[in-house]
């Protein structure tokens, strides 16, 4: 096979209309060795990406986190951990104390939340995580302590306040901070450094002999443009961005229709 690794996003890629792996998902990485790389690459946090691969079969497996901000080999060692500094996370905080935006703090294997409302239950369902309850204060007290910052913050509510909290951090910190709206109600912030092509690129120097050539790789959104360019064939699902299909070497179907399946079946296909 030309290919020795697939790289996937999870929400709105590998994920069905349920939020869930399909059964025609599952068996077509069943007919794939054993040993053949399945990596996840997501701004989703560790433990939510790790019951995925063990339903898919192949746990374990090396995970891009955060967008690539937490990266872990198969053996769980940290390969990448770049986070957004302290100052800077209390800023956000003190930004958006004044409005409706709920925020989500994110640190390695730790989700923190300030609020029990409908965004931060959304979440323990979507991703099937529990978060730990703290004051947004209290966190960042704690890293403090440790001189650590977060590898995401998540911020969710109103589209229009959403826009202003975006117009505010871009004016100042556009070089330091990747922000990146995943829909009208989502504003995800990341470290300006990193994406899901570096984090599997450090995955790739670590654990195996070949490069990024030689990796087929799957994405919906504008997070995973830079990984299907790098990689040996980029797909773009067919409920994409017009952005990240237009860079992409091949569209398969949406997610709903079992679009990564799709591309699978064809590489496993007997001649």
């Known amino acids: 096979m030309k290919y020795k690794a697939i790289c996937s996003d999870i929400d709105g890629t590998l994920l069905n209309s349920l939020r869930d792996l399909s059964p025609r998902l599952i068996e077509s990485v069943s007919a794939f060795p054993t040993d053949f790389p399945i990596i996840l ?7 939510a990406m790790r019951h995925l691969v063990r339903d898919l079969g192949k746990h374990p497996q090396p995970l891009v986190a955060y967008n690539g901000g937490y990266v872990l080999s198969s053996a769980g060692a940290i390969l990448e951990d ?8 209390s800023k956000i905080l003190d930004l958006a104390k004044n409005t409706e935006i709920h925020i989500s703090l994110y640190q390695g294997e730790n989700w923190y939340e300030e609020k029990d409302d409908y965004w931060s239950q959304r979440e323990i369902r979507n991703t099937k ?52 709206r995943s829909s009208p109600t989502y504003l995800e912030i990341a470290p300006k450094s ?3 092509a570096t984090g599997l690129k450090k995955i790739l120097e670590n654990e195996y002999n070949f490069g990024m050539d030689a990796v087929i790789a799957f994405g919906d959104n504008y997070n995973d443009m830079d990984l299907l360019q790098q990689v040996g064939w980029g797909v773009a699902v067919e409920n994409a961005k017009p952005e990240v299909k237009a860079v992409a070497n091949e569209i398969t179907a949406t997610n ?16």
Do not use: Q
């Open 41 to 47: 690459a997501s701004s989703r946090m560790p433990e």
């Open 82 to 89: 770049s986070s957004i500094p302290l100052a800077l996370v």
């Open 129 to 180: 995580v529990e978060c730990t309850w703290m004051r947004g204060i209290d966190v960042l007290n704690l890293w403090s302590r440790g001189n650590s910052g977060a590898h995401k913050v998540m911020c969710m509510g109103d589209s229009n306040e959403l826009n202003w909290l975006f117009g505010e951090l871009h004016l100042e910190h556009s070089a330091d901070l990747h922000l990146y």
């Open 194 to 196: 990193i994406s899901k």
């Open 256 to 271: 709903k229709e079992d679009g990564v399946a799709i591309v699978l079946e064809k590489l496993t296909r007997k001649p």
